[in-house]
């Protein structure tokens, strides 16, 4: 195992170095990786952590890195899964994930694990969507305008949530606050929640987050360890659903893809790398090392 397998024809490159955690949780989750990659899951998130995070979402594409790192890491693991608050045929088209020799077992659980792609197939499956986004959708160009909130604000259609994003008005933090509260009583009568991230709100139906994907679907392979690497809000759940697995015994490094705007991950995380250069370069020099 090291660098000297995977570049024969370059004995001399010297073997990639990665950070080392600053938790004994996050040492151990990552000692179990490297020592028994074939049972190792790594999971992601997309927006932020193998995307930039872009004014205009459907601008928004993985890190021209990624792909390469991702397709030399999942053969060496047991899975890769990127888990996203967006649709998951969207994730798959903004990251370029289709059709690439390596990532043949990739699986996406978009919509918090609502919907799952699977690149053998290159289906989704999903539920029905929620009665409660349709009304929703529908109320909320009166709530803005009653608020005020017209000006530098915009809505996101996901299909199956809406995302009202303050990133563009001339002070996002104060817009943000202004439409929390009004957001959160639309969501309610409708039997949907909001979920709070960067400078952005999404009304989504409840009952599942991404810590409730990212436990069934590592509950299904039964492995050993678990690397999940997020930036935002919405990654807390998942954070917690790593901190549950371990205190079952199954080792696991929370990453963090770092943020100025949310510090709540990086107070929580194992590790913290510089945005999602940060987070390819992991990948990349974890692939090396195993």
Request: with cysteine; aromatic share 4%.
């Amino acid at each position: 195992m090291g660098s000297q397998d995977s570049h024969p024809t370059d004995p001399t490159r010297p073997v990639p170095s990665l950070p080392t955690p600053a938790t004994r949780a996050g040492r151990d989750g990552l000692a179990a990786i490297l020592a028994r990659p074939e049972h190792a899951v790594i999971a992601l998130d997309f927006d932020g952590t193998l995307a930039p995070i872009v004014p205009d979402p459907d601008q928004a594409r993985a890190h021209p890195d990624a792909v390469p790192a991702l397709a030399a890491l999942a053969p060496k693991v047991a899975a890769v899964a990127v888990v996203t608050g967006r649709p998951a045929g969207v994730a798959v088209r903004h990251g370029g994930f289709a059709g690439v020799p390596g990532l043949e077992h990739l699986v996406v659980l978009g919509h918090y694990g609502a919907e799952r792609w699977d690149a053998a197939t290159g289906t989704v499956t999903a539920p029905p969507p929620h009665p409660g986004v349709a009304a929703v959708r529908a109320e909320l160009p009166g709530l803005l305008d009653r608020v005020g909130a017209w000006h530098g604000t915009w809505t996101e259609e996901k299909g199956r949530s809406v995302a009202v994003h303050t990133r563009r008005a001339d002070d996002p933090q104060a817009a943000f606050e202004l439409l929390r509260e009004p957001l959160t009583d639309l969501a309610t009568r409708h039997g949907l929640i909001v979920e709070p991230g960067r400078m952005v709100l999404e009304l989504r139906p409840p009952g599942m987050d991404k810590g409730v994907a990212l436990l069934d679907y590592v509950r299904d392979l039964g492995p050993a360890s678990l690397l999940y690497a997020g930036d935002d809000l919405g990654d807390l759940p998942a954070y917690a659903a790593v901190e549950k697995l371990r205190s079952d015994g199954l080792p696991g490094v929370l990453v963090c893809s770092g943020s100025t705007e949310v510090t709540e991950l990086s107070e929580r995380a194992d590790l913290v790398v510089d945005g999602p250069a940060g987070v390819v370069e992991l990948l990349r020099n974890l692939a090396d090392r195993i």
